[in-house]
């Protein structure tokens, strides 16, 4: 079963953005900074959970559905916590999109392999309010999704080597030098994929912002646990629906750039 594309949305008009990413290889005192940022919780999409009001409550249209805040699973309004924990102890292999958008390529996923559990995390609140929405009306028992920010959440959520495949597709690359801390991937980040992912699991990255890409191989890369890229790991995935912003650089002539990463065993 695969899922045809949502038709409920509006037409977005995207832009290619700014083409002046830039960035440097990292010096020991830049990795020493990202480490101690991250540890503070500096970037997080919508600031530290722990210090917003009512963190441990969840939304009343997430209540009872596939949805899920890292702080809110002891929320009694719902079965939310006590479903998703019997889910993620169940031994199924685990598939991680961090920022799914819209939603097609992880719907998608999760309709080829009901085998399979799924986490989805997208910040856009709305947008996982959509999600939610869509997952209730295929009926898809294998799904969850959450508008944590995953840096936060997977390290909370999921055990050492549970994930078979993480899948980061057109991330932000957050164009201004006052913004970088809030870049998605960061040497502490990898180090969190790389403990996620089982021993051959998979990295799977693209990006419409070469230069984004090239900085994620740099660091993929540059860590010990993974291969250097390997595009013959795409037969790996198979068959999926592009994302909007895919199917967008498709239909406009953007390249788009694919990276392939294998956690070492």
Known sequence: MSIT????????S?????????WEELS???????YADYAAGKGLIGGDPRLRPDAEKLPAWGIDGPFFRTLALDDGRGDNGPRLRAALAGGRAL??????GRGDFLLDRAARAPERLF???????????????RIRRLELANLWVSDDDARFSLPRM??????????????????KEQHKVKRLFSPPFVDLLATLLTPGGLLHFKSDVAEYGDLVRYLVEHNPAFLP????????IGAFALTHREAWCRRNNKPVTAYYFERRS
């Open 229 to 236: 890229h390997n595009e013959a790991l795409a037969t790996a």
């Open 95 to 100: 598939e991680v999109e961090v920022g799914f």
């Open 5 to 12: 594309p949502s038709i409920h949305y509006t037409p977005t």
């Open 14 to 22: 995207f832009t290619q953005g700014r083409m002046d990413f830039a």
């Open 28 to 34: 020991d005192s830049d990795r020493a900074q990202a």
């Open 119 to 133: 986490l989805g995390y997208e910040t856009k609140s709305k947008a996982t309010r959509l999600m939610v929405e």
């Open 158 to 175: 999921t055990a050492a080597g549970q994930a078979v495949q993480v899948h980061i597709l057109f991330p932000d690359p957050w164009w």
